[in-house]
T-cell receptor
């Protein structure tokens, strides 16, 4: 199993550009989530999904969209990038509703200039 | 609102020492408390998960405890090795099944 994969590893965007961060898992996990990690702060939940076709907002959803058309994929879209979205983004998955162990991807480091 | 704090932010100890990392949380209504390890430029690896009904979990040289009444969890690392150098993060799962994260403790083990 590849586990949780994320692409790209690094990305530089100009303010106002849009892009999609890709996340895929091959463990047949129902629960998937996106976090951002900023220096000196804990991870913050952006969006999450409890199964295909179901998504919900986390703590910091503004400026981001998600969809979950399949169990495997959970892309994160930045609609109009802003410097405040410069961060490291992690995708995670777990078998259940969140009570079980979470598996993380390697992260995407995004810089918005 | 649940808040999770990890003190100290950084810790440096000689190889071979036993050490304790601390995690505190403000709301005792949690489903579980999880400890993760993060290596530079990499994702997070789950180390231990303590359910709210448990007091501790052990894996190899790692032991994590949970005291909900005092809002504290500790991660004990026995006989530390340079390979243990990493950032250690704790996260509490709140009543909405959301993980609330501490900012982490950066651990350096000196050979």
């Amino acid at each position: 199993n590849a586990g949780v994969t994320q692409t790209p590893k690094f990305q530089v965007l100009k303010t106002g550009q849009s892009m999609t961060l890709q996340c895929a898992q091959d463990m047949n996990h129902e629960y998937m989530s996106w976090y951002r990690q900023d220096p000196g702060m804990g991870l913050r939940l952006i969006h999450y999904s409890v199964g295909a076709g179901i998504t919900d907002q986390g703590e910091v959803p503004n400026g981001y969209n998600v969809s979950r058309s399949t169990t495997e994929d959970f892309p994160l879209r930045l609609l109009s990038a802003a410097p405040s979205q410069t961060s490291v983004y992690f995708c995670a998955s777990s078998p259940g509703t969140g009570l079980s162990e979470q598996y993380f991807g390697p992260g995407t480091r995004l810089t918005v200039t | 609102k649940q808040e999770v704090t990890q003190i100290p932010a950084a810790l440096s100890v000689p190889e071979g020492e036993n050490l304790v990392l601390n995690c505190s949380f403000t709301d005792s209504a949690i489903y579980n408390l999880q400890w993760f390890r993060q290596d530079p430029g990499k994702g997070l690896t789950s180390l231990l998960l303590i359910q709210s009904s448990q007091r501790e979990q052990t894996s190899g040289r790692l032991n994590a405890s949970l005291d909900k009444s005092s809002g504290r969890s500790t991660l004990y690392i026995a006989a530390s090795q340079p390979g243990d150098s990493a950032t250690y993060l704790c996260a509490a799962m709140d009543s909405n099944y959301q993980l609330i994260w501490g900012a982490g403790t950066k651990l350096i083990i000196k050979p």
